[in-house]
């Protein structure tokens, strides 16, 4: 199975900073991989789908990229709304993997 | 709105088997990859397969001998075995829509499960 790697596992960051994640497969997958936001006791919520579209609703303060096996999620000035845990997915191939989780704490 | 419930028991005793029902409204199973996605107390997500109301199924090999997902397109739901269920399969367990390039667009709210005798 493909190992997904997210760095770093946890931040702190303060309400308009500047916030990336790293995503990195165990091999290539081209640019199929998903970038989904969790908060406590709620279902994962889809952000960023083929590495770099942004889904529907979603604010354009989110933004992806990358491709092969290196990816990141930027948050380009983050709101409070935004404290969360993300988890990047591949679905290049079977099983689809999840990353371990960034959680995002206000700093 | 396309919207996804899941519903089952809370609570199954080691050795037996897990079984959960997700019922789709606003809109058709047809056409979709339904997945079941599950969480281990204040852990990670985990895909656990996917079905479609053809019969194609995915399994993640790591359950695979214990999992069966089937799509019931007349109900309009998909659900969800697992046999021989022990205290890690403790989790809360999730069913989601595949969608084109989107893995899983839709999800339903989850369901916890704890395996106890």
């Known amino acids: 199975a493909i190992q997904m790697t997210q760095s770093p596992s946890s931040l702190s960051a303060s309400v308009g900073d500047r916030v990336t994640i790293t995503c990195r497969a165990s091999q290539g997958i081209r640019n199929d991989l998903a970038w989904y936001q969790q908060k406590p006791g709620k279902a994962p919520k889809l952000l960023i789908f083929?590495?770099?579209s942004l889904q529907s609703g979603v604010p354009s303060r989110f933004s992806g990229s990358g491709s092969g096996t290196d990816f990141t999620i930027t948050i380009s000035s983050l709101q409070p709304e935004d404290f969360a845990t993300y988890y990047c997915?591949?679905?290049?191939?079977?099983?689809?993997?999840f990353g371990q989780g960034t959680k995002v704490e206000n700093k | 709105q396309v919207q996804l419930q899941e519903s089952g028991p809370g609570l199954v005793r080691p050795s037996e088997t897990l079984s959960l029902t997700c019922t789709v409204s606003g809109g058709s199973i047809g056409s979709y990859y339904w997945s079941w996605v599950r969480q281990p107390p204040g852990g990670g997500l985990e895909w656990i397969g996917y079905?479609?109301?053809?019969?194609?199924?995915n399994y993640n090999p790591s359950l695979k001998s214990r999992v069966t997902i089937s799509v019931d397109k007349s109900k309009n739901e998909f659900s969800l075995k697992l046999n021989s269920v022990t205290a890690t399969d403790t989790a809360v367990y999730f069913c989601a829509r595949r969608y084109g390039d989107r893995p899983f667009d839709y999800w339903g709210q989850g369901t916890l499960v704890i395996v106890s005798s």
């Open positions: 997915v591949q679905d290049y191939n079977y099983p689809w993997t």
């Open positions: 079905s479609h109301y053809s019969g194609t199924t």
């Open positions: 083929a590495a770099s």
